[in-house]
């Protein structure tokens, strides 16, 4: 660096000032095409979230209304319709519920043992070649559309399907799964393991090879088993990133995986009080069009997912921040 | 030392690494087993995505007599044939997957870059502010009816190849992501050095950081393709004719629907809608989805690795 440009950049106070100002404006203009998809497709949906407390009328703006849209006007000039959008959806509730939560709560559970029994697994075996073709292909479901996947699905359970092929062979009679309920909670847990057993896992595995390996020689030297050594230095050097994990898991617990419970059954009705869930409920609203409230009534099923998934998410916060502050998401 | 000796050298390290670690590997006969549930879990996986794959090249007629099977009983292409022929829905819906695919990928580079190394700079003033503003986006949202209403009519993407992609070419989680490749990727003291070198923060970023920060850039990037290249409920929400539709609400819609396989045939022309290859057709249709997925991801797993592990450090 020459004297010069040392001597320049130390000259006086208020050149440092303007070149901080032009750097402030600089970051601005950056973060400036990221605030605006953020406005559009964030924040500009959240205000329209009062549906829930209307009466849905659908309103063609005229010369003297403030909004020129349709949607914008017909939100604001939409009688106030107080609960009773809620009392709607109360009647469908108990089932939407049970499906939305019972379906996330036992996908958690299941996942956690797996994903980190898979963590573990990858991490012990002997051949580091072969674990990595293992993880490659344990992996790959991730990248795979849940579109895709019922394809794949209906080619083994349809009629003709690989399974009933199956049956035939052992001379049972052909299943009709796309028909009958009580398949269907198993078929979404199997999906559900197969996609994400080996994205879960990775999390756990990067955590787990960070580890320190002395401490797994100490416990070795003093004769810790292996299933020992897992217990008490795996589990629980794991224990924050999987507490994080569940934090976001709990936030999002009335929002189904949509893509799977919407496509998987097929478009089956008689299978829908085991594959509905709040989001596809609200779907189902939102097509009904602007007939009979359907929007408020949609409105009120995305209020409640949007408004108890926040506070779930800072009341999991809390209570994990009170206890253990390092586990905290924020 | 020469080259022979540092070979030497570094192949003794990684013996005494070995047997160091020798002594703490599961035994034998656990390495077995583990081996053995890793392999059935292996089958488990690629069994369904086999199953597709068969189907697509087995002849309609064995596939209608024996059902789906391990093995084609009965070898035919003409799935695929009848898949590109022209004025073929799946063309369309090939051509707009791809626009969106491009597009939104390089959308999502500028704008998560931009953003993202702005949150990086420890000088940038309002750097709490916009962390924020990103970061409850992940928190609260308004719910797929505003969201439906609003992006169709107030921001008019209704019916528009934009549709399936503007939606999803920002989000707060590749801002975390790529946030923290800059800051673990490119030192304080180079960006600190071209400064003083009179380096405008445009010049910086372009010459010095983004070359760093390359496998950052790589890894949005592939989250990016991947997630407008499998994109359902866009389409599904916001475009309702079929010119605009992309692969995977094609070949949704296809599923249930043979109607559309009628029309097609009659617009291909004097086909029997009998000899028409409906399921194996359907079977092909989801290879051609998912092929280009499963051939580019094991060239690109170590970014997608990167991402997720990255993503999970604490914002």
């Not at chain 1, 349709?70 to 009688?79: A, I, Q």
């Not at chain 2, 051509?95 to 940038?124: E, H, K």
């Not at chain 2, 989801?286 to 997608?304: D, E, H, N, S």
Request: aromatic share 16%.
């Amino acid at each position: 660096m020459s004297v010069g440009k040392l001597q320049a950049s130390k000259n006086g106070k208020s050149k440092t000032l303007a070149d901080s100002g032009k750097r402030q404006a600089a970051y601005l203009f950056m973060v400036l095409p990221g605030v605006l998809f953020l406005l559009a497709f964030a924040y500009l949906p959240m205000p329209g979230i009062i549906l829930a407390f209307k009466k849905y009328q659908m309103a063609v703006p005229t010369a003297s209304s403030f909004f020129k849209n349709v949607f914008l006007n017909s939100l604001v000039t939409s009688e106030w319709n107080g609960l009773n959008n809620f009392t709607y959806l109360l009647k469908d509730a108990p089932m939407l519920i049970r499906n939305t939560v019972g379906y996330n709560l036992l996908f958690m559970v299941v996942g956690v043992v797996l994903q980190v029994g898979l963590a573990v697994l990858i991490n012990e075996v002997r051949n580091r070649k072969t674990a990595k073709v293992y993880h490659t292909i344990l992996f790959m479901p991730y990248f795979i559309s849940w579109i895709v996947v019922m394809y794949a699905l209906y080619a083994m359970i349809a009629a003709n399907g690989f399974f009933n092929q199956i049956n035939a062979m052992l001379g049972k009679n052909a299943v009709k799964f796309y028909s009958v309920k009580k398949y269907w909670p198993w078929i979404f847990l199997c999906a559900n393991i197969w996609k994400y057993t080996g994205q879960g896992s990775i999390i756990y595995l990067a955590t787990l090879t960070g580890f320190d390996e002395q401490l797994y020689e100490a416990g070795a030297i003093d004769g810790a088993s292996k299933w020992q050594q897992f217990k008490y230095i795996t589990l629980p050097q794991l224990m924050p990133v999987i507490v994080m994990l569940q934090i976001l898991a709990v936030g999002r617990i009335f929002n189904g995986d949509f893509d799977m419970f919407y496509s998987l059954p097929n478009g089956s009705g008689t299978l829908r009080q085991v594959t509905s869930t709040i989001d596809t409920y609200v779907y189902d609203m939102l097509k009904k069009g602007n007939l009979r409230n359907s929007f408020g009534y949609a409105g009120a099923g995305a209020f409640f997912q949007s408004v108890v998934g926040f506070a779930l998410i800072l009341i999991t916060n809390g209570i994990v921040r009170k206890h253990h502050p390092e586990m905290a998401l924020f | 030392m020469t080259a022979v000796d540092v070979k030497k050298l570094k192949k003794a390290e990684k013996e005494s690494a070995r047997h160091s670690a020798a002594r703490n590997q599961i035994s034998r006969g656990a390495n077995f087993w583990f081996n053995i549930l890793l392999i059935v879990a292996c089958i488990l996986i690629i069994f369904p995505l086999w199953i597709i794959i068969i189907s697509s090249i087995t002849s309609e007629s064995a596939l209608t007599t024996y059902g789906y099977r391990l093995w084609p009983l009965e070898f035919s292409t003409n799935a695929y044939t009848y898949l590109f022929k022209d004025g073929s829905v799946i063309l369309t819906a090939y051509r707009n997957t791809l626009i969106a695919t491009v597009a939104g990928t390089v959308i999502t580079i500028i704008t998560v870059g931009l953003y993202a190394y702005a949150l990086s700079r420890p000088d940038f003033k309002y750097k709490k502010f916009f962390t924020f503003f990103s970061f409850f986006t992940m928190l609260f949202s308004g719910g797929m009816v505003s969201y439906y209403n609003m992006a169709r009519s107030v921001l008019g993407l209704k019916d528009t190849v934009w549709a399936l992609f503007l939606p999803m070419s920002f989000s707060a989680y590749w801002v975390i992501i790529m946030r923290t490749f800059y800051k673990s990727s490119v030192p304080e003291a180079i960006i600190e050095s071209a400064r003083i070198d009179g380096c405008g923060e445009w010049r910086t970023l372009l010459q010095i950081v983004a070359p760093l920060a390359l496998p950052g850039f790589a890894t949005v990037a592939l989250f990016s393709a991947i997630g407008v290249w499998n994109d359902f409920r866009n389409c599904l929400l916001l475009n309702d004719s079929a010119q605009y539709f992309n692969l995977q609400y094609t070949i949704y819609q296809t599923m249930n629907n043979l109607r559309f396989l009628k029309e097609n045939a009659s617009r291909m022309g004097g086909v029997n809608v009998a000899n028409l290859p409906a399921e194996t057709f359907r079977m092909a249709m989801a290879v051609v989805t998912v092929g280009p997925i499963i051939l580019a991801y094991p060239f690109f797993q170590k970014y997608f690795v990167k991402g997720l592990t990255v993503g999970a450090v604490k914002g």
